[in-house]
């Protein structure tokens, strides 16, 4: 499977808050966040789902990986995902593993292993509080 996705105990916005702090605490930062369902009803389109798009970065591990292969560039930074689905609130993120895969440099998968274990850590602690 291409993400990772888990449930969590709160809404949206809730969730979107401890995820915030959560990251912080791993040296993640949020850079953006794209609230889906607000900007397309700014443009004028119904759309009553929370969807939330954050893009987080650790600047130290960034610069490590760009300079190990710039193609790692594409993926970044990563996006993680907080949503609604019939009812239920859900963090979700596609796998950097999965992504370092596409450049087919080998030597970037223990370093793709890292950060997506401490995403997943940050979202399950997020998801549980």
């Known amino acids: 499977m291409f993400h990772y996705t888990v449930e969590a105990n709160q809404t949206v916005e809730e969730s979107v808050k401890v995820l915030e ?5 791993e040296k993640f930062g949020v850079l953006w966040d794209f609230d889906i369902k ?3 009803e700014k443009k004028g389109f119904d759309y009553d789902q929370n969807y939330r798009v ?3 970065c650790n600047p130290e591990a960034a610069k490590e990986v760009l ?9 970044l930074p ?3 995902v907080v949503y609604e689905d019939q009812g239920k609130t859900k963090i979700g993120m596609p796998k950097p593993t999965t ?5 087919g440099d080998e030597s ?4 793709a ?6 995403l997943v850590a940050c979202m399950d602690k997020a998801a549980n509080k």
């Open 78 to 80: 990563c996006k993680i």
């Open 108 to 111: 970037l998968k223990a370093f």
């Open 67 to 75: 300079t190990q292969n710039f193609m790692v560039g594409y993926f």
């Open 54 to 56: 954050l893009e987080v």
């Open 38 to 40: 607000d900007t397309l």
């Open 21 to 25: 702090e959560v990251l912080r605490e």
């Open 113 to 118: 292993e890292d950060i997506e274990s401490k």
């Open 99 to 103: 992504l370092i895969e596409l450049t």
